[in-house]
T-cell receptor
Framework: GENVEQHPSTLSVQEGDSAVIKCTYSDSASNYFPWYKQELGKRPQLIIDIRSNVGEKKDQRIAVTLNKTAKHFSLHITETQPEDSAVYFCAASRGGTALIFGKGTTLSVSS | NAGVTQTPKFQVLKTGQSMTLQCAQDMNHEYMSWYRQDPGMGLRLIHYSVGAGITDQGEVPNGYNVSRSTTEDFPLRLLSAAPSQTSVYFC????????????FGDGTRLSIL
């Protein structure tokens, strides 16, 4: 089955800096790669997703890149703000299968 | 449109007790799943269902049972609770299985003494 590795487990940045979180996946047939943000005590919420027919997707300060050959994908947050502080999860799946998550990255943005 | 509703929000059990965590969605989603979240372990898949009458095991199914008699409901049963099952449990749903955004419930915080 699918296995998703996520790094780093913790990340501390200064406000205004960029943050990058990286994930690798094992199943070459996976074609859907979402990213979720979870604030303390809340449910995970989708912030951006990418499908295997696209190499990069951007939404304001957030971007995701996908390298199918290397089987890895990354989340990029630019101009970080204190409200970006949260736990971020990457995940992977293919049609008809369950979504498998990485172990998460705790991002701390200090002002 | 309530989305995904989980009950209860909090529960304390004694070792060996049984209970059912409820999950209901009103979006006519075919796919539903259960995850447990433990510190440093991320979200681990317990069981999932691609439609009414169909269920399958995830990464950590031992100690849990599920059934899917209707499209709307996907209850998770703990037959004999153990302290290792202390966790936060999330139910999620999507239109179909696989490459679709998952909608999560608010979670159930379960403590086993």
């Amino acid at each position: 089955g699918e296995n998703v590795e996520q790094h780093p487990s913790t990340l501390s940045v200064q406000e205004g800096d960029s943050a990058v979180i990286k994930c690798t996946y094992s199943d070459s047939a996976s074609n859907y790669f979402p990213w979720y943000k979870q604030e303390l005590g809340k449910r995970p919420q989708l912030i951006i997703d990418i499908r295997s027919n696209v190499g990069e997707k951007k939404d304001q300060r957030i971007a995701v890149t996908l390298n199918k050959t290397a089987k890895h994908f990354s989340l990029h947050i630019t101009e970080t703000q204190p409200e970006d502080s949260a736990v971020y999860f990457c995940a992977a799946s293919r049609g008809g299968t369950a979504l498998i998550f990485g172990k998460g990255t705790t991002l701390s943005v200090s002002s | 449109n309530a989305g995904v509703t989980q009950t209860p929000k909090f529960q304390v059990l004694k070792t060996g007790q049984s209970m059912t965590l409820q999950c209901a969605q009103d979006m006519n989603h075919e796919y539903m799943s259960w995850y447990r979240q433990d510190p440093g372990m991320g979200l681990r898949l317990i069981h999932y269902s691609v439609g009414a009458g169909i269920t399958d095991q995830g990464e950590v199914p031992n100690g849990y049972n599920v059934s899917r008699s209707t499209t709307e409901d996907f209850p998770l049963r703990l037959l004999s609770a153990a302290p290792s099952q202390t966790s936060v449990y999330f139910c999620a749903s999507s239109r179909v299985a696989g490459n679709q955004p998952q909608h999560f419930g608010d979670g159930t915080r379960l403590s086993i003494l």
